[in-house]
T-cell receptor
Framework: DQQVKQNSPSLSVQEGRISILNCDYT??????FLWYKKYPAEGPTFLIS?????DKNEDGRFTVFLNKSAKHLSLHIVPSQPGDSAVYFC???????????FGKGTHLIIQP | DAEITQSPRHKITETGRQVTLACHQT?????MFWYRQDLGHGLRLIHY???????NKGEVSDGYSVSRSNTEDLPLTLESAASSQTSVYFC???????????FGPGTRLTVL
């Protein structure tokens, strides 16, 4: 049973527009959420995180929103740039224990 | 600069052979993790360690072992490689009390 779900395997967005990547989770014990970006043949790179006590965290062009009642988080990228084309993984953690639980990833393609 | 490295980057082996993948980090992080990435599964946790002499099993630990004799290294051993262990393997580390994990570049392992 998948505890972290990214239901969109791919997403195509025009350069300069907003990219919205979605993630749902089922385990209510998760209290920390992270987004990673991955290019081919490289390791995942940490992008942004949010604690369950917050509903929004912003870092430059990247904003993560958390809706605990809906068990849903989203990553907004504004404006989208060609270098943002990558696979984005949503991950969740229970109190720092037992490693990260990952979604299957969403391949974001930024169209010129 | 502090970093996390993995070696080899690519490995081809035969069924039944013992294989060891190396992971080395220079951040002096206490926590280290091994994940595997397969199509359709995202990243899944194999083993992890919270410090020297500490090791724990993750979601997909069967057929793998780790040992932690110092802070910097967490080698992953496949005791008898199987074709089902063909995958890309990622090592990660995080600091004590911090949840963000930083990943190495990965090792692509093919078992023939």
């Amino acid at each position: 049973d998948q505890q972290v779900k990214q239901n969109s395997p791919s997403l195509s967005v025009q350069e300069g527009r907003i990219s919205i990547l979605n993630c749902d989770y089922t385990n209510s014990m998760f209290d920390y959420f992270l987004w990673y970006k991955k290019y081919p043949a490289e390791g995942p790179t940490f992008l942004i995180s949010i604690s369950s006590i917050k509903d929004k965290n912003e870092d430059g062009r990247f904003t993560v929103f958390l809706n605990k009642s809906a068990k849903h988080l989203s990553l907004h990228i504004v404006p989208s740039q060609p270098g943002d084309s990558a696979v984005y993984f949503c991950a969740a953690l229970v109190g720092g224990a037992d490693g990260l639980t990952f979604g299957k990833g969403t391949h974001l393609i930024i169209q010129p | 600069d502090a970093e996390i490295t993995q070696s080899p980057r690519h490995k081809i082996t035969e069924t039944g052979r013992q294989v060891t993948l190396a992971c080395h980090q220079t951040w002096n992080h206490n926590n280290m993790f091994w994940y595997r990435q397969d199509l359709g599964h995202g990243l899944r946790l194999i083993h992890y360690s919270y410090g020297v002499q500490d090791t724990n099993k993750g979601e997909v630990s069967d057929g793998y072992s780790v040992s932690r004799s110092n802070t910097e290294d967490l080698p992953l051993t496949l005791e008898s490689a199987a074709s089902s262990q063909t995958s890309v393997y990622f090592c990660a580390s995080s600091d004590r009390g911090r949840d963000t994990q930083y990943f190495g570049p990965g090792t692509r392992l093919t078992v023939l």
